[in-house]
């Protein structure tokens, strides 16, 4: 399979289209649920057996879980101090 092509400015496209459908969508959470609810809807829809339409979402929810892990990882990583700068100075120390 092709990598995918996720990108800030493709997120903010489909954020303004979803806002645009649906105020309430500007709450990150209702955003997130109509994603999922468009991947059910999309995935439900496929002419292919049961089981394996099964399949496709579990690993579709896995990755999702990958990504959200990655990119909370990301974000703890970049919010620590860096280098010299971290640490407790007291009165006394050079």
Known sequence: ??????????????EKILIESD???ANPILAGQYL???TGFIIGNQD???GEKN??????VGFAKYVYED???QRQT????KGEA????????P
């Open 36 to 38: 999922a609810a468009i």
């Open 86 to 93: 971290f640490g407790v100075w007291k009165p006394g120390d």
């Open 78 to 81: 970049s919010m620590r101090p």
């Open 48 to 50: 292919m057996p049961t």
């Open 55 to 60: 399949e496709v979402m579990n690993e579709i």
């Open 23 to 25: 105020e309430r969508a």
């Open 1 to 14: 399979m092709d990598q995918l092509k996720l990108s800030r400015e493709l997120i903010e496209n489909i």
């Open 71 to 73: 990119v909370t990882r």
